[in-house]
């Protein structure tokens, strides 16, 4: 099986970039990523290379680096590709018009946005934006990030759904593995996490069946522009409004 390191730069590094990069490789014994990417497009507070400490103010809410800007942190990225540290560099939870602000300014395009997606959250209009200028589409949160997302921000699971029940029964699968072959099907890349070893094994068997058009319609139909990783509730602001 093809194994791909896969990090990110944490938000209170952007203006460390390249020091962070080489922490990592440092920490991982490595020579370089495979693919590296910007975890939110907002520079935080720098708070230590290596940490991922959330630097919050006194009011409680996420202390937001305003001195650097995304075209800066994106170009030091392709940085890291010329110096051969990484392989691929790419954004995550960009909406469309950080997207095309960043086609709009980079030498090196992102290989990848990675984002919240599910069928709560579709997201087409992203989706369709990033595939149509060769970017691939990543679901951090392809279950709607079920129960961690649930306990974390009180947010409701897609899997709990009577709809997507029923098409499960129909196939004879698990609603997670209808809501990963969903996605797969959409052309998106699906990272479902878990810590049990029969789910793990659950989540690949996806491969041995395939939905209908009309399935996949009415799927499409459940959006709920709904999303359920909720920053408000950590940093005192909604990141995403």
Not at 162 to 190: C, F, H, M, S
Not at 212 to 234: G, L, P
């Amino acid at each position: 099986m093809l194994s791909v390191l896969v990090l990110q730069l944490w938000s209170s590094d952007h203006g460390h970039v390249i020091e962070a990069c080489k922490d990592s490789l440092k920490k991982l014994q490595l020579d370089y990523l495979d693919l590296f990417l910007v975890h939110i497009p907002i520079a935080t507070k720098h708070t230590g290379i290596g940490t991922t400490d959330s630097a919050l103010g006194d009011d409680g809410v996420l202390d937001i680096d305003t001195t650097i800007s995304l075209e800066t942190t994106w170009h030091d990225m392709e940085k890291l590709v010329s110096m051969g540290l990484v392989r691929s560099i790419g954004i995550s939870n960009y909406d469309v018009f950080l997207t095309r602000d960043c086609l709009a300014y980079s030498k090196i395009k992102p290989a990848v946005n990675q984002i919240e997606t599910h069928p709560y959250f579709q997201r087409d209009s992203l989706v369709k934006f990033c595939q149509k200028h060769g970017i691939c589409v990543t679901a951090h949160t392809p279950l709607g990030g079920a129960t961690a997302n649930a306990e974390w921000f009180g947010t409701v699971s897609c899997l709990d759904d009577p709809v997507l029940k029923d098409v499960a029964e129909k196939y004879k699968q698990t609603v997670a593995q209808i809501v990963l072959r969903w996605g797969i099907q959409r052309n998106t890349v699906v990272i479902p996490k878990t810590s049990k070893p029969e789910r793990l094994e659950e989540n690949f068997q996806v491969f041995d069946f395939q939905l209908s058009k009309e399935d996949m319609e009415v799927i499409k139909s459940m959006e709920r522009n709904y999303r359920t990783h909720q920053t408000a509730k950590f940093w005192g602001i909604e990141l995403y409004a």
